[in-house]
């Protein structure tokens, strides 16, 4: 998948500037797809000469003037062929710290260690995040009455998968720390 496929489903939402799109990606596609905001705006530059988003220019008093992009329908015919046509690539997966893990027996344990419990942190505050953004999505409804009623059901469906993978992060970091803790305890009363 490019950024661009990234920045129209994020512009499925409307009209946004770079700033706003930056920001959103943070709350609507982060749990997904990860870019810089440098990145963004190149890539919007790029769509904007191939037709794919128009810009306007708003006047602003105290601030620059901001650009707001929305697809064009070329946009909306890539992105639909996109979705309708082109088949999504295995997951590829690069993990520093699963490096640092296999790498353990070699290396200092407690770096390893830390590097885990602030991956658990950064998951527990990607969770909470997630987990006010399902809120604001949800207004009040339950699950069932949210998915009847809402125009885009994509945007929550990703939320769970943003959701699902940050849990799976705990589960797997408790689970290593924990066998971490067995494989001392028996070392130590082994040498005991």
């Not at 930056?22 to 596609?29: D, I, L, Q, R, T």
């Not at 998951?123 to 995040?129: D, E, G, N, W």
């Not at 885009?152 to 993978?165: A, D, H, K, M, S």
Request: glycine share 8%.
């Amino acid at each position: 998948m490019a950024l661009r496929n990234a920045v129209m489903a994020a512009l499925l939402e409307g009209e946004a500037s770079g700033y706003d799109l930056a920001k959103g990606f943070e709350a609507s596609v982060a749990n997904f797809w990860m870019a810089t905001p440098q990145q963004l705006y190149r890539e919007l530059e790029r769509m904007e000469r191939d037709g794919l988003v128009s810009a306007r220019v708003v006047q602003q008093e105290r601030r620059p003037n901001k650009r707001l992009f929305s697809l064009t329908e070329a946009g909306l015919d890539v992105l639909r062929e996109y979705v309708d046509e082109t088949p999504a690539k295995p997951m590829a997966i690069r993990d520093e710290l699963m490096v640092k893990v296999q790498c353990i027996d070699i290396g200092d344990t407690d770096a390893v260690r830390a590097g885990i419990v602030q991956r658990m942190e950064r998951s527990t505050a990607k969770l909470a995040r997630y987990e006010r953004l399902r809120e604001r999505l949800l207004d009040g409804r339950d699950e069932d009455e949210y998915l009847a009623g809402t125009e885009r059901v994509g945007p929550y469906l990703t939320l769970l998968g943003g959701i699902g993978l940050e849990q799976g992060n705990l589960r797997w970091g408790e689970t290593v720390l924990r066998k971490l803790d067995q494989r001392a305890a028996a070392r130590s009363s082994e040498n005991a």
